[in-house]
């Protein structure tokens, strides 16, 4: 297979076939447009169209909601035909829209397949998803209109084959990941009650904890496993949070300067680092600590790599 590689999609074409620059040109275009789609993320402004809804296309769903299902992308007002693909998540790398192809709804409510401009034996687009746009299921009519399978026969090669506790973790981080932290603990809670001691289960339910306001059940569950752990950056910043969100500032500084001292001196860890500082100074500043508020704003300031969030905050006239 020869692969073309655009952010985070991936274009895969015959090497049997002669490679056509001008295909590759148009598939750039198309993974262009296929990224603006999936990174549209709000179901409230997605315009209304009498033949979608003739046709029961609604989008009122994110990509999170579409495992193992077909969707339409997002559609703007202009656009004369709507992208669909299949949703899934890879095993290794995680939510996936397989890229399908086009159609067009008519007045009333039919579908109709449209021209493609990336024939499927020509090259197959996969969309890595790293965040939770907004999609339409596709409805049974759909399916039967366009003459698709409920599932591709491809989907059994990403069957994930591990056992069943390292299975759910694994999905509460792909969830986790794109955004889902609801649904992702229902993959993590049954897996750490099954097997607490399985890898990334107590960060991964930490994270997902955090995520949907629920600091006390984060520090419940992260706690004793730091104190084994002392050296986990990622769950000492977990804890951290928990505290601040219970405005308990008093150990969520101990935390944050626990967590700064961990870090190393590499650009990602002091990017890193100068984001611990902005929060320990916010923490200060809530304890009405302006001294040591100052003091660790200045640190994140002058540990800030260049063109890093926090170096964007300070410097606001550079964007």
């Known amino acids: ?15 049997s076939q002669k490679r056509d620059t001008s295909q590759d040109a148009i598939a750039k275009q198309v993974l262009s447009e296929l990224y603006s789609s ?15 809804k003739a046709a029961g296309l609604s989008y009122d ?14 559609h703007k007002p202009e656009d004369t035909d709507y992208t669909y693909g299949f949703v899934y998540i890879d095993p290794q790398a995680g939510f996936t829209v397989h890229y399908f192809g086009r159609f067009t709804i008519d007045a009333g409510g039919n579908y109709h397949v449209a021209p493609n401009p990336i024939p499927p034996d020509k090259a ?14 596709l409805p049974a009519r759909a399916l039967t209109q366009l003459q698709l399978p409920q599932a591709p026969d491809w989907l059994k090669y990403y069957e994930d084959k591990a056992d069943p506790v390292t299975h759910k973790v694994s999905w509460g981080f792909f969830y986790n ?3 889902d932290s609801q649904r992702a603990l229902g993959f993590l809670e049954p897996a750490y009650k099954e097997r607490p001691d399985a890898p990334r289960v107590i960060f991964e339910l930490t994270y997902a904890y955090n995520a949907t306001e629920r600091p006390e059940d984060a520090i419940r569950v992260a706690k ?10 990622l769950l000492c910043r977990e804890i951290a949070f928990a505290y601040s969100h219970l405005k308990s500032y008093s150990e969520a500084t101990r935390q944050y300067q626990a967590c700064i001292a961990l870090c190393g001196d590499s650009e990602s860890q ?5 984001e611990l500082a902005m929060n320990l100074g916010s923490t200060y500043g809530a304890l009405g600590d ?20 926090v170096y964007r905050h300070f410097h606001p006239e550079e964007e």
């Open 1 to 15: 297979m020869v692969c073309l590689a655009f952010s985070c999609f991936v274009v895969a074409q015959d090497s």
């Open 177 to 179: 990941s794109i955004g």
């Open 270 to 274: 002091m990017a890193e680092k100068s």
């Open 124 to 137: 197959s687009l996969k969309i890595r998803l790293d965040q939770n746009g907004v999609a339409a299921r």
């Open 38 to 52: 999936v990174q549209h993320s709000s179901v409230e402004d997605t315009a209304d169209d009498l033949n979608r």
């Open 290 to 309: 302006t001294a040591n508020r100052d003091a660790w704003l200045e640190k994140a300031k002058s540990w800030a790599p260049k063109g890093s969030p």
């Open 61 to 74: 769903a994110h990509m999170s909601d579409c495992e193992n299902q077909w969707v339409a992308l997002y």
């Open 224 to 233: 004793s496993d730091f104190a084994k752990n002392p050296k986990d950056e």
